[in-house]
């Protein structure tokens, strides 16, 4: 079996270095909360100072100083709210975006709709191509880049894409869509240079609903005055509860990583037999790809549930998913590889073992025999 997509794979960070981020982000609560503040789970409403609720605020700048940035803004809407909103302030419609030639996300592509933006599609695996466009370029008004994979055959790193931007264009600020990679990769785009890092609190077992934003002052405080109604906040007891429960998320995630990267292995050292092909991929979350010797992709997928597997997320790696996921494979690798909707499957363990799919799988398989 192949390593087809090994240069694609993201680096994660290890245990040593998520218990470590943990800690960070635990002591920066405590420089924000102190004499027991942290039991009190949170305001409502436009606090005077801040217009928005007090502990929204300060959760914030806890979130800021973790991530190494200059502020924080929590949104409504996901990280696809966070990436909306951002464009909005940075964009008018009918503006050019330079992005990355190959799918994007469904609900990205829906923001670009919406907005009425421009695209100019460069491909940002070829640093020399990406110097042309960024050198000839006299349109884009921004320059987007997605953290995780768009495709399985990506190989750019981010932190080389943000610092060849930043040299050629100063001018050109940088988003990241930092979305399956928050709290897993060893850094966050604003941690690279970008101006702009949107992600999901939700993927990072946060409460539904929430984005976050890091990034310069200026662009922050533009977000919080042009969203100051009361209903549009982030509450304060929303913010906390996101806060706590991001605490938990790099360790596990960590944990998750080692438990991909095993069932990988197990898999190709021929542990569920019919496979044709495996291999690990960062499409949306980090995951295993299984490719089948036959068509049998729904067949897996449909038995699996009966089994214990999620068939389908929530959020990726929301705090409602616990239970391991055997899923089609995501709808940006299927626009690029088509084949794949009826021969693989992505696996996540989520917080489950590699034993525990590998027992599943075969489960399945021996039930498909038998019918």
Not at 95 to 115: G, I, Q, S, W
Not at 186 to 209: D, H
Not at 238 to 247: D, G, K, Q, S
Request: one cysteine or more; hydrophobic letters at 40%.
């Amino acid at each position: 079996m192949s390593n087809k997509y090994e240069q694609s794979v993201l680096d994660n960070m290890s245990l040593e270095e998520a218990t470590a981020l943990q800690f960070r982000l635990i002591d920066e609560i405590t420089k924000e909360f102190t004499n027991n503040e942290f039991f009190q789970v949170g305001d409502v409403g436009l606090h005077l100072e801040h217009n928005r609720p007090l502990t929204t605020a300060r959760v914030e700048r806890v979130l800021a100083n973790t991530f190494g940035a200059e502020a924080c803004a929590l949104v409504r809407g996901s990280g696809t709210g966070a990436i909306r909103i951002t464009l909005s302030v940075l964009m008018e419609a009918g503006d050019t975006c330079m992005v990355h030639t190959a799918p994007v996300y469904m609900t990205t592509k829906e923001t670009f709709r919406l907005m009425g933006l421009k695209q100019n599609a460069v491909n940002f695996n070829n640093l020399d191509e990406l110097k042309h466009a960024l050198q000839t370029d006299t349109e884009s008004k921004v320059f987007y880049v997605q953290h995780a994979r768009q495709q399985p055959t990506d190989t750019y790193q981010l932190q080389e894409v943000i610092s060849l931007v930043k040299e050629l264009r100063p001018d050109l600020p940088i988003v990241v869509d930092d979305n399956y990679c928050a709290m897993k990769m060893k850094g966050v785009g604003v941690e690279y240079g970008a101006n702009v890092s949107t992600f999901s609190g939700f993927k990072l077992l946060g409460p539904q609903g929430i984005g976050v934003i890091l990034g310069e002052k200026e662009l922050i405080e533009t977000i919080h005055t042009r969203n100051y109604s009361g209903g549009g906040q982030v509450q304060g007891f929303e913010a906390h509860e996101l806060v706590r429960n991001m605490t938990f998320a790099p360790v596990m995630l960590a944990i998750q990583n080692e438990q991909v990267e095993e069932l990988c292995d197990r898999l190709r050292n021929g542990e569920v037999k019919g496979i044709s092909d495996v291999y690990i991929t960062n499409s949306q979350s980090k995951n295993v790809i299984v490719e089948w010797e036959k068509p049998i992709a729904s067949q897996i997928i449909n038995k699996a549930a009966s089994h214990g597997a999620a068939t389908f997320p929530v959020g990726a790696e929301s705090k409602y998913e616990l239970i391991p996921m055997i899923y089609r494979v995501s709808g940006s690798f299927l626009e690029s590889q088509p084949e794949l909707k009826d021969y693989g499957i992505r696996i996540n363990p989520m917080k489950s073992s590699a034993s525990t799919l590998i027992r599943i799988l075969n489960n399945v398989l021996g039930e498909l025999s038998e019918g």
